[in-house]
Every structure is written in C-alpha cells, then in structure tokens.
C-alpha cells in the first residue's frame, strides 16, 4: 500500500475536522456560538413572553428596553426613534464604529409581531428543540441569533474593526402610514451602508437551508361598496338594484377568476356588509350591523397583493381598479390601495453575498444554500434598501407556521445561523468599503 493509498483511506475513515478551514477567530465564534446557546434560549423565552403587536406601542418599548441593554453591552451607541407621528412605536437604532474605509453592514431585525393582545397565543411552549410561541421566530428569533452573533464576534475579538448599523423596527407587520416617514430612518441607514442583512428567518425545507435573495411587495387594499337599501323583497329590481354585498361579492369573484398570473398572489382579509358597517382605528377589526330583510347599503373588504417588480405592481393595480369600475345595477365601488412595500429583485450584487455565505458553509462542513423561489417568503423592510444596498435575507432561525398560532422555531438552527452571520460579518469587515 503506497502513501497515496494510506492518506486516502485514511481521509474516508475520519471525518475532516469539523471547523478545518476557519481561521482561528472565526474557531473562537464558532465555539462560543455552541457554548452560549442556553442564554441564547433564555433571552428568547423572556422577548417572547412580552407581547409586543404592532399596535401595542407599550408592549414593543418594553422589548425595546430587553434589547437594547444587549447591544449596548456590545459597545453599540443605541438611539430610539419614536414614530408618534405614525401612530407606532418606534425604531431602535444602535452603532458599532469599527476601522474607517472598511464594509459598512446594516443588520435589520423588528420588534413587534403580528400577535396583539387580543390574540388568544400569548405564551410559548418549549417542544423539545422547538419553541412554540408568539414571534418565537418572526421576529424576535432573529434578534437573537443577531446579538449572539454580535456577540460571538466580540468574544473573537472580530466585533472592534467592524462596521455595523443596527435598525430594529417597532412596525414591520404593520408599516406605519405614510411609510416615508416609518421607513426613513431605515432608507437613511441604508445611504450609509454598503451591505443589508436581513435577520428574519430563513427557509429550511426536508433538511435543506436555503438562501433568500429576493422578495415580493406586498401592498394593501379596501374595497368599499354601496347600493341602495331597501326591503329585501324588492332586491335586483329596477329600482333597488344589487344591493352592496352582491356588488362586493361580483368584484371578489371577477378577481378570482380574472386577475391570477405567475408571481402575483392577491387575498381579500378582511370583509363585511350590511345596514351599517364600521372598521376599526387600527383596521384589524370590523364590526356590521343588518337583518336578513334589509338591502345592505353598505359591504367593505380589506385585502393585499403581493408581486416580484414594479411592473407588475402596476398591471395589476390597473386591472382592479377596472374591474371594481364595472358595476351592478345601482351599485358603486371603489379600491383605494395603500402604500405598502417595495419588491426587492434578485440583483446579481444579492447573488455575490450568497456565494460568500455558501463559501463559509463549505468551511463550517455545511451542505451550500441554493437560492429561495421568492414566492415562497413575505415582504420585509429589507425591501425598502434593496434599491440602495446588496442584500441577503434569512439571517435568522428556521421555522414553521409564522404569522399563525402554530409558529414553532427550530432552535437547533440557532448554531449554524449563528455561526454563519458571525463569520459573514467578521469576513465582510476585513473588505473595503464601496467608494
Ligand atoms: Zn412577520
């Protein structure tokens, strides 16, 4: 047996080092990564117990003051930003300056969830290695692989030279209107960055990560119907007409049937009609009054659409607003959509990061990330930079069920997510700044 031989069955009966191609910093992240995992889960379970929905502007500043000691710790300067003026919160912005002329990151996270205190899922449950929770994952997961990997770097003595910026929003379920002003001072962190990473959570599907490089808007709407009331038994007659809910009803079907095209999804959330209809300060609840003998005068619907590029945002706008024009007999219409957020397209620049996360999975001995169809994830604020920066998205936990009562978070994902922000960052510090 030659020498070849014996270093090639030797390579097969052990296995390579898991850690053999990071330098010894990023050794150092990776094993605080491991080590620190109980106060990762801890500092979870305490964000999570504090109900923060958008609307709970008392319940998002007291995660704030959980946050913000965490990143102050860091050796961040914290700011918060209140956004009274939109009816929300606020943001909680912190600066680590590292060596000048280096990579300047923007790492996005939020605090609020979509779960108000009405919602009947409050707690978590720990199911072995899921927590079961409101936000678990989306977001505040992400805020916490986000601190652990800041700091992870800090314990490798890579958190000093580099550059970051973090914007923790007080509203990303429900953007605060007009979202110029809930979104500029995250538009302003952007102008000076030269990196967006994006820590809500990343796509794992049958043991497969993968990496998200692109997203869809999402833009809201309300469809609002009237028609003239009267007793139900002159309905469809030439002088009552349809009536409002039949006209609401015509314009939600002609959108099922007529407006479906690849990479558009629209849903109507919302809906109700009768003799007296009113919809909450907030729009999340709507209440109706009518009898069963009445014409109703008036039907309203709440709904969103959610397309890959500005042109199809367009198309699609164009083509509601003609079939809510085309209406039955003594009936009116109207949609009004509101601001929502922007596509963030797969731009080459996005693809390049990805590349050098995967090069950091092949030294951690991970299977590569292949790239995320963006229909399979929402919006998020990293859509209102991607105009302005490179981005990546997915920083943070694996899980399933977001937005629902079944949100459960993977926490054996924590590790590797950890890791691999901790070394991205660590690696993008060391570059130079665009000009
Ligand atoms: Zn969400």
Not at 373 to 392: M, Y
Request: with cysteine; proline share 6%; charged share 20%.
């Amino acid at each position: 047996m030659n020498r070849t031989c014996l270093l090639a069955l030797s390579l097969l009966a052990i296995p390579a080092p898991a850690h053999a191609r990071l330098s010894p910093p990023e050794q150092t992240i990776a094993a605080v990564a491991d080590r620190d995992i109980p106060a990762d889960i801890a500092l979870l379970e305490k964000l999570v117990a504090q109900n923060s929905g958008t609307r709970n502007v008392e319940g998002v500043r007291k995660v704030r003051d959980m946050v913000a000691p965490e990143l102050a710790t860091l050796g961040f300067a914290i700011r918060w930003v209140p956004m009274d003026a939109v009816h929300r919160a606020g943001h909680l912005i912190a600066t680590h300056t590292g060596r000048p002329g280096t990579t300047r990151m923007l790492l996005i996270g939020h605090l609020d969830t979509v779960f108000e205190p009405e919602s009947p899922f409050q707690t978590a449950t720990r199911e072995g290695d899921k927590l079961h929770g409101p936000g678990a994952s989306d977001d505040k997961g992400g805020v916490v692989v986000m601190i652990a990997a800041l700091r992870a770097m800090q314990a490798a003595g890579t958190l000093k030279d580099a550059n970051v910026s973090v914007v923790l929003t007080g509203d990303e379920e429900a953007a605060g209107e007009p979202v110029e002003i809930a979104r500029a001072d995250l538009v302003e962190a952007a102008r000076h960055a030269d990196v967006a990473l994006d820590f809500e959570s990343m796509v794992a599907t049958g043991g497969q990560d993968y990496g998200s490089i692109a997203r869809r808007s999402a833009a809201s709407y309300t469809i609002t119907a009237t028609g003239v009331s009267s007793h139900s038994g002159q309905i469809f007659s030439p002088e009552v007409g349809d009536g409002a809910v039949f006209e609401l009803a015509r314009i939600i079907t002609a959108f099922r049937e007529q407006l479906p095209e690849p990479d558009l999804t629209f849903n109507i959330g919302l809906i109700a009609g009768g003799a007296t209809v009113t919809l909450s300060a907030d729009e999340a609840q709507m209440s109706a009054t009518g009898k069963t003998n009445i014409v109703p005068p008036l039907a309203i619907a709440n709904g969103d659409f959610r397309a890959l590029t500005q042109g199809q945002i367009d198309r699609v706008k164009a083509r509601m607003t003609a079939i809510v024009a085309r209406h039955l007999p003594h009936t009116d219409a109207q949609i009004v959509f509101r601001e929502g957020y922007p596509p963030m397209a797969p731009t080459p620049g996005n693809r390049a990061l990805l590349d050098r996360l995967n090069a950091i999975n092949a030294d951690l001995g991970l299977a590569p990330m292949p790239v995320l169809d963006p229909l399979k994830r929402g919006a998020g604020d990293i859509s209102f930079v991607a105009n302005q920066v490179d981005g990546l998205v997915g920083m943070g936990p694996a899980s399933r069920g977001e937005h629902t009562p079944e949100e459960r978070v993977d926490l054996s994902s924590f590790p590797r997510q950890i890791k691999r922000a901790a070394i991205l960052m660590t690696r993008l510090s060391r570059e130079k700044a665009r000009d």
